[in-house]
């Protein structure tokens, strides 16, 4: 069974600092990570995707990958208010569907 | 360029009933997949179509049901329904599936079933 691993927060931080999300996954032939975010009410929106281990950098928003840990993260900098959501980490294995966590819950306080 | 769209974005059934829900994935994507979330399991895989066939599976009764149309549109059917099925029902498009590596999906507004 193909697992991934959020912590449920809430996760709360300053207007203005870093918020780091972390995600592990099972299955270590796992080729594609992606970050979504999904505000109360609305149905999940793509944030960022990685492939690769290191470091992808998109705006306020840095994706942090290390397979041999089976780890990914996503960094938010300056967090805004408008920032507080549930983000999800997504998994793919090559020739299956895409895995979920339960996502973090993410509270920006201004 | 129009999004993912769902019909109907709200509705409420009463146990026993059959409900389905319908899915226009982006154009031009032929993939179309189906997801449960609830608050307690969050987003969980129902099924996977592409160019009409279903391609994966998730683990979910018979009960639950899906096709595709030759123009990408999809359906999921849920017969006999259960207090538990009350959930948000996302579908999401891509250009050539979830299988494929480096894919992205993007998700419609979702359908909120709720069944009493």
């Known amino acids: 069974q193909k697992e991934v691993e959020q912590n449920s927060g809430p996760l709360s931080v300053p207007e203005g600092a870093i918020a780091s999300l972390n995600c592990t996954y099972s299955?270590?032939?796992?080729?594609?990570f992606f970050w979504y975010r999904q505000y109360s009410g609305k149905s999940p929106e793509l944030i960022m995707s990685?492939?690769?281990?290191g470091d992808k950098e998109d705006g306020r928003f840095t994706a942090q990958l290390n397979k041999a840990s089976q780890y990914v993260s996503l960094l938010i900098r300056d967090s805004q208010p408008s920032d507080s959501a549930t983000y999800l980490c997504?998994?793919?294995?090559?020739?299956?569907?895409?895995?979920f966590g339960k996502g973090t819950r993410l509270s920006v306080i201004a | 360029k129009a999004g993912v769209t769902q019909t109907p974005r709200y509705l409420i059934k009463t146990r026993g009933q059959q409900v389905t829900l319908s899915c226009s994935p982006i154009?031009?994507?032929?993939?179309v997949s189906w997801y449960q979330q609830t608050p307690g399991q969050g987003l969980q895989f129902l099924f996977e179509?592409?160019?009409?066939?279903?391609?994966n599976k998730g683990n979910f009764p018979g009960r639950f049901s899906g096709r595709q149309f030759s123009n990408s549109r999809s359906e999921m059917n849920v017969s006999t329904l259960e207090l538990g099925d009350s959930a948000l029902y996302l579908c999401?498009?891509?250009?050539?599936?979830?299988?494929?590596?480096?894919?992205?999906?993007?998700f419609g507004e979702g359908s909120w079933l709720t069944v009493v």
């Open positions: 154009s031009g994507h032929r993939s």
């Open positions: 997504a998994v793919n294995s090559g020739n299956t569907p895409l895995v």
């Open positions: 999401a498009s891509s250009l050539t599936g979830t299988s494929a590596s480096g894919n992205t999906i993007y």
């Open positions: 179509y592409f160019s009409e066939t279903q391609r």
């Open positions: 990685i492939y690769s281990n």
């Open positions: 299955d270590r032939v796992s080729q594609s």
